[in-house]
């Protein structure tokens, strides 16, 4: 654990936290000082992989199961943490929501089916909007929610229509909740990443497209899973007690166009 353990006594939960970015969140956040709850859908060997790598690290981590995209599945998920908090002997209480899961459909306008389309907005708009509403009892004043977001509801990917839309739905959840919440002290934060290397890319591993990719950001790079949970871990501190309803690029500024 870091000396500067600035989440020291919170506790966190990361949906999606057993792999890609998610993974690098949750170790970052455990690392900080947090309890993580790794959320993971189908994976058990990845999520039980990123707990053992946080406890090498000196943290504390416990993997929650819940596929979402189903009926019901906010209310799977909040019993599971809640099961694995009671087994723990922790009070039940969260800190820190991050709301990381999500999937792509890398298909143009003509090609999207409506499943496809249901699919994407049941994991990366549906299932957010419903563990925030059903977990907002669990929420301790002053806690965080963090939406990761995507570049893509700033400029233009017509090949990914879908999932832009879910993302910026997710955007203006964002907006809506950070001034709801208010009151409680509770502040609400999109996390915007750009290319990343993660299994969510799996063209990554052709030569241009990976060049292509590399150039949208100013730096001439993909992000890495950790450049992001690097700006996750500020808004889940005290440190960003000021930022809320903010949406913050953390794609090496691929936002710009360039
Ligand atoms: P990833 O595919 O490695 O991780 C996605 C995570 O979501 C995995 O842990 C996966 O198990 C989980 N998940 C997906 N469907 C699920 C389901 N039905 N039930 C439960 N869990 C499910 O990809 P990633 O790049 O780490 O993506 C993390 C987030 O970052 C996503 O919301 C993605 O949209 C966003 N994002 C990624 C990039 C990028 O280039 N990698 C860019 C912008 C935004």
Redesign the pocket.
Known sequence: MSSTARLAGKTALV?????????AISRRLAHEGALVAV?????LG?AERTVKEIEADGGRAFAVH?????PG?ADTLWSAFDGALADRGADGGLDILVN?????VPRPLADVTEADYDRVFA??TK?PFFIIQRGLARLRDGGRIIN?????TRVAFPAIVS?TMT?AALDYLTLTLAQELGPRGITVNAV??????????PTLAIPEIRRRYSEASAFNRL?Q?TD?ADVVAFVASDDARWVTGQWIDA?GGAHLGV
């Open positions: 949906t999606g936290g057993s792999r890609g970015i998610g993974r959320h993971y859908g189908h994976d990845a819940a596929e979402l995209g189903v599945d990381n899961a999500g999937i792509t994991i990366n299932a990761v977001s995507s570049v893509a999932y993302k915007a990443p750009g290319y990343t290397e993660t299994e969510i890319n992000g899973p992001i794609s």
